[in-house]
């Protein structure tokens, strides 16, 4: 016999897809419109898991590849995501062992414990990608997959991905200190900027989230988790004790509070005078952002008395359109200039606007911050290992895309300036689309309106006057009235 029958089939189907690799590329750069791929694809990993039908695999299985035309009894079992097989020839009885993913060793003596590859991979893009284990099961079970329980998932991510984030997250902050004492060691010094979150919105949060940036770097060096209850149960203490607990720890991890020069902050003061107080040495900046935004808010707030007068209950913002006349709005040494000077040039705005400052920012708090969000959600509360571990997780996440851009791995894309914002796009499109179905609802009303008629509006009522008598324009069918309006378009 001959020994070709016997060769297994799956060479042989490898053979077909690589010898029609060339071919499929020839056929996509003959079409005209196919475009290369991007920079940022070139070079990234193969996919390591491809979805597949299990009606599709299993049929593949059941067939031998030692015997022409036998099958197997297969046994299947899930395993979470991840799938066994085993089986049987009925012909030539040969044994057959397979697994969709390969198993990981673990600590745990018993060899009930199977830790497959896939099931520890799906928790972990999971957790680094803030989707969580309901958004996981809810996209798994609505494209038909398996899944895991919500007690397996929780357990995966207690034992293996949360002590594996820690792990690196020391490793990590331990390189960064090292590469800043460093720098303290060649006389430089550090500049930083910090900035706090709250778990919750308004002035009821039960944690306070603080990072602490270095300024030149935009990495993150060292963060504050703290609760009201620290601070004798005040949410608004929370932020300025953070700080200061923050500076205290990580002077300590770089030698002391010299080696850092300055810290820029909001413009807040209470944290001016913790500054003032218990670091002399360390020069206080105030971000230009919140300084300018603040002096903004104290020129429209409290300025406008409406509400007195029933009749401006009515308007809720301006009628009139935007002034086209290019000349000076405010006269000049008017009592309205003189108004306006008084409230920016106050004492405190002269004295503050001495320490904001000009290069450093904290810009990159807030980003961070916004990160954080995405993975300890506002709407839900966790505890205290819960935000410890998010927390770490975010500066893992964000050291790792400021590194990547410093180098060059990540290419920088520069948002374009947005000619108007998305509210306004999304005001004209609704619009537009209510005029629509107004010209339609006008079109298709009928010549003689009925009471019960859904297509009238409040402009028709049987009171109404009656019209004056003369010659009316004669009445268009709804027909003719979309005929017409189609011959003017």
Not at 167 to 180: G, K, M, T, V
Request: with cysteine.
């Amino acid at each position: 016999m001959s020994p070709l029958p016997l060769l297994s089939s799956l060479p042989f189907i490898l053979f077909l897809l690589l010898s029609a690799i060339p071919l499929v590329e020839k056929e996509l750069r003959a079409d005209p419109l196919w475009t290369p791929q991007s920079a940022i694809m070139k070079g990234s990993p193969l996919s390591e898991y491809l979805p597949v039908s299990k009606e599709s695999l299993l049929s593949l299985l059941r067939q031998c590849t030692i015997c022409v035309g036998g099958e197997r009894n297969l046994d299947v079992r899930m395993h979470g995501i991840a799938m066994s097989c085993t089986g049987e020839c009925t012909q030539c009885g040969a044994k057959f062992n397979w697994k969709s993913s390969r198993m990981l060793p673990t600590k745990n003596e018993s060899n009930k414990e199977k830790l497959f590859k896939i099931n520890p991979d799906f928790v972990t893009g999971a957790v680094l990608t803030s989707v969580g284990g309901r958004k996981l099961h809810q996209v798994l079970f609505q494209s038909g997959m398996s899944t895991f329980s919500t007690p397996t998932f929780h357990r995966l991510k207690k034992h293996y991905v949360i002590p594996a984030i820690e792990e690196y997250f020391y490793r990590s902050q331990a390189i960064l200190i090292d590469e800043i004492n460093e720098r303290v060691s060649k006389g430089e010094k550090i500049n930083l900027s910090g900035d706090g979150q709250f778990d919750s919105r308004g002035y009821c949060g039960a944690w306070c989230r603080y990072f602490i940036l270095c300024a030149d770097t935009g990495r993150a060096l060292h963060y504050i988790l703290m609760h009201k209850n620290e601070t004798g149960g005040s949410s608004m203490k929370m932020e300025v004790a953070a700080l200061e607990r923050g500076l205290n720890e990580l002077s300590y991890m770089i030698g002391g509070t010299e080696a850092i020069e300055s810290i820029v902050t909001d413009r807040h003061g209470a944290v001016t005078t913790m500054m003032q107080k218990k670091f002399p040495g360390i020069k206080h900046y105030f971000d230009p952002w919140h300084f300018f935004c603040n002096i903004t808010l104290a020129l429209i707030t409290g300025q406008h008395t409406f509400d007195k007068d029933p009749t401006f209950k009515q308007f809720k913002a301006c009628t009139y359109s935007a002034p086209t006349n290019p000349a000076i709005y405010i006269p000049k040494g008017g009592r309205i200039v003189k108004r306006l000077e008084d409230m920016v040039f106050t004492a405190k705005n002269t004295e503050d606007i001495k320490s904001v400052s000009w290069l450093l920012h904290t810009s990159p708090c807030e980003s961070i911050n916004a990160l954080a969000t995405r993975y300890a959600s506002k709407e839900y509360y966790f505890s205290r290992s819960g935000h410890e571990h998010r927390t770490k997780t975010t500066i893992v996440h964000w050291n790792f895309l400021k590194e990547s851009i410093m180098n060059g791995s990540i290419p920088v894309v520069v948002r374009k300036r947005m000619v108007e914002s998305p509210h306004t796009t999304e005001k004209k499109r609704q619009n537009a689309k209510r005029e629509q179905r107004k010209l339609w609802e006008k079109l298709t009303r009928p010549v003689v309106p009925a009471e019960g008629d859904p297509n009238l509006d409040d402009e028709w009522s049987e009171e109404e006057e009656e019209e004056d008598d003369g010659v009316l324009p004669p009445l268009l069918s709804p027909q003719l009235q979309l005929c017409q309006l189609a011959d003017q378009n």
